[in-house]
């Protein structure tokens, strides 16, 4: 299908239209941004931000919540954040896994510096291209959205080089946090 927010977005549309889902799930694989991230932790997007959404002024990006016009001081958070009756359960069923906030934007991190830049900015646990775009599509129709995500690498980490195998077993990883969210949630 491929990668990035558009796609997430098309793939989320026609699973809520034509399979009516009364929830989204989202899972795979993300670069760490926290420093004190694992790889091969697990990481609940509690908040999601697509990041690279917003006004471009002086060379940097100011942030406004995905799909609002970007003019003037943002009116609302920029964040899409989790359902607060699915946290409590996932935090029930799966007290191991750490909740926090994922960015999603439409660049692959191979920099140390942005890296470094961006959870100083958000404090942020994770960062790929697709959860922000579930979440947000998720939110217009009305329905809870949960992205899964077990960290490769610590994005833009210098001399990481990112192997086939621990990208299945990040997979792996989040597959099995689906398989409890599964059988836990009441959809």
Do not use: W
Not at 119 to 143: K, L, N, P
């Amino acid at each position: 299908c491929g990668l990035g927010k558009v796609t997430a977005a098309l793939v989320s549309t026609l699973l809520v239209q034509e399979f009516d889902c009364k929830l989204l799930i989202f899972s795979g694989v993300a670069g760490g941004i926290d420093p004190t991230v694992e790889i091969g932790e697990v990481v609940v997007g509690e908040s999601l931000i697509q990041y690279d959404y917003g006004a471009l002024n002086d060379g940097h990006v100011q942030v406004y919540r995905a799909g609002s016009i970007p003019m003037g001081p943002p009116k609302t958070s920029a964040e899409f954040r989790l359902d607060p009756e699915i946290k409590k359960i996932i935090k029930v069923v799966l007290p191991e896994v750490r909740m926090g906030t994922i960015l999603t934007g439409d660049v692959f991190l191979q920099c140390e510096k942005k890296r470094k830049a961006l959870y100083e900015q958000f404090g942020a646990q994770a960062i790929e291209m697709e959860g922000g775009a579930v979440a947000q599509v998720a939110e217009q129709f009305g329905i809870p959205a949960i992205v899964v995500r077990c960290l490769s690498d610590l994005a833009g980490a210098n001399g990481q080089k990112l192997s086939v195998g621990f990208l299945n077993t990040a997979a792996k990883n989040s597959f099995k946090t689906v398989q409890t969210l599964l059988k836990a949630l009441p959809y």
